[in-house]
């Protein structure tokens, strides 16, 4: 089955601690990406990865790092967390090319305290 | 500029009435891609339906239809006979540069329209 997994779906953190939310998929694509959900501003690009080792920012990076040593993780790491990426996470992944569809993850409930 | 304007930020609709949700778009790339994306309440995203830029036809998925006029740059969801079930916030988004230069772009959304069917 095609499938985006994150993990963890649920977690609730505190101020400074590192984390890193997981994101896998298996489909052999090269195109991954993270997403935030904040109220009333829709879902917003954090980082992509074009392919392995190739990765940019999106357009809300700060705070967060990523790496693409594999072709199928795209982890997302929060070094040192605060309240305001208190969020939902969306991992999300398609082909390069002719991306028209496009897999989420179930997304992650991330709270800062 | 916005990318994407999604102008209702809620609606409230009849069971089994038609509704249609605005979605604006702005791009100057002639390669583009349009989606209409569903969240209940549990967070998912659930994908609905898919209008390329290059399409002649306006693209329909069930009792889904992508109203779409390239001219207006204007891509509405149609939901014919809504059902309770269709109580959700529903995401237009587009993603640029899909067959050209290095590949697909990522998505922008827009703000969403909450969307309550009431019986």
């Known amino acids: 089955e095609a499938q985006v997994t994150q993990n963890p779906r649920y977690l609730i953190t505190v101020t400074g601690k590192k984390l890193t939310v997981t994101c896998s998929q298996n489909m052999n694509h090269e195109y991954m990406s993270w997403y935030r959900q904040d109220p009333g501003l829709g879902l917003r690009q954090i980082y992509y990865?074009?392919?392995?080792?190739?990765?940019d920012k999106g357009d809300v990076p700060e705070g967060y790092k990523v790496s693409r040593k594999e072709k199928r993780n795209f982890p997302l790491i929060l070094e040192s967390p605060s309240p305001n990426q208190t969020s939902l996470y969306f991992c999300a992944s398609s082909l390069r090319y002719s991306g028209n569809t496009i897999y989420f993850g179930e997304g992650s409930w991330l709270t800062v305290v | 500029a916005q990318k994407i304007t999604q102008t209702q930020p809620g609606m409230f609709v009849q069971e089994k009435e038609a509704v249609t949700l605005d979605c604006t778009y702005d791009?100057?790339?002639?390669?583009?891609?349009l989606f209409w994306y569903k969240q209940p309440s549990s967070g998912e995203m659930i994908f609905l339906i898919y209008q390329g830029s290059y399409d002649q036809q306006n693209a329909t998925e069930g009792r889904y239809s992508l109203n779409f006029q390239k001219a207006r740059k204007s891509a509405n969801l149609v939901i014919s006979a809504s059902q309770l079930g269709d109580s959700a916030m529903y995401f237009c988004a587009m993603r640029e540069e899909m067959y050209s230069g290095g590949g697909a772009d990522g998505l922008t959304f827009g703000k969403g329209t909450h969307l309550i069917i009431q019986p």
């Open positions: 791009t100057s790339d002639p390669s583009y891609g």
């Open positions: 990865s074009m392919n392995v080792e190739v990765t």
